[in-house]
T-cell receptor, first 115, second 108 residues
Framework: DAGVTQSPTHLIKTRGQQVTLRCSPI?????VSWYQQVLGQGPQFIFQ???????GRGNFPDRFSARQFPNYSSELNVNALLLGDSALYLC??????????????FGQGTRLTVV | AQRVTQPEKLLSVFKGAPVELKCNYS??????LFWYVQYSRQRLQLLLR??SRESIKGFTADLNKGETSFHLKKPFAQEEDSAMYYC??????????FGTGTRLTVIP
């Protein structure tokens, strides 16, 4: 099993553009969460999806959106990019969100640079 | 609101010395706490969780509700322990709140 896979690994965008990041969870995992990690900070929760429905949303503007597909993969979209959106975007998958002590498995992340 | 505080951004210890990485939390409910580790050029991975009360790679962490702390400890540090360590609190449906992390360097 390759674990959680994210694509692309790196990308550079210009201010005002839109970007789509992709995540494939571990086989059998139905929950996907997205985190933003700015340099020098810990990961910050953006979204969680379970069974194709949004289960949680962090304190991020509406420019951020996501969805989950029937095969449980997920996309994170960011519109009208700002310089401050430059960060490492992490995807994490888990079996079920409400199971106590459930472990989240992280991908390698997508490094987004906005210029 | 939940908050996780790791007061030390950097921590250096000599090989064989004890190490303690501090974590304090603020949460109104019953907390689930975790330690995640990121070794150089590797992905973030779970080290241990308070519910399991386990020792992983010689590390232990005890939840102290009175002091709202979940410090990570190891009696004898090894060079391979050098990494970035994040304390995290699980809130609601598997949403993790992370601290800012502590970079541990074990000096040979």
């Amino acid at each position: 099993d390759a674990g959680v896979t994210q694509s692309p690994t790196h990308l550079i965008k210009t201010r005002g553009q839109q970007v789509t990041l992709r995540c494939s969870p571990i086989s059998g995992h139905k929950s996907v969460s997205w985190y933003q990690q700015v340099l020098g900070q810990g990961p910050q929760f953006i979204f969680q999806y379970y069974e194709k429905e949004e289960r949680g949303r962090g304190n991020f503007p509406d420019r951020f959106s996501a969805r989950q597909f029937p095969n449980y993969s997920s996309e994170l979209n960011v519109n009208a990019l700002l310089l401050g959106d430059s960060a490492l975007y992490l995807c994490a998958s888990s079996l079920e969100p409400d199971r106590i002590n459930t472990e989240a498995f992280f991908g390698q992340g997508t490094r987004l640079t906005v210029v | 609101a939940q908050r996780v505080t790791q007061p030390e951004k950097l921590l250096s210890v000599f090989k064989g010395a004890p190490v303690e990485l501090k974590c304090n939390y603020s949460y109104s409910g019953s907390p689930e706490l975790f330690w995640y580790v990121q070794y150089s050029r590797q992905r973030l991975q779970l080290l241990l969780r308070h519910i399991s009360r386990e020792s992983i790679k010689g590390f232990t962490a005890d939840l102290n509700k009175g002091e709202t702390s979940f410090h990570l400890k190891k009696p004898f540090a090894q060079e391979e322990d050098s990494a970035m360590y994040y304390c995290a609190l699980r809130s609601g449906a598997n949403n993790l709140f992370f601290g800012t992390g502590t970079r541990l360097t074990v000096i040979p």
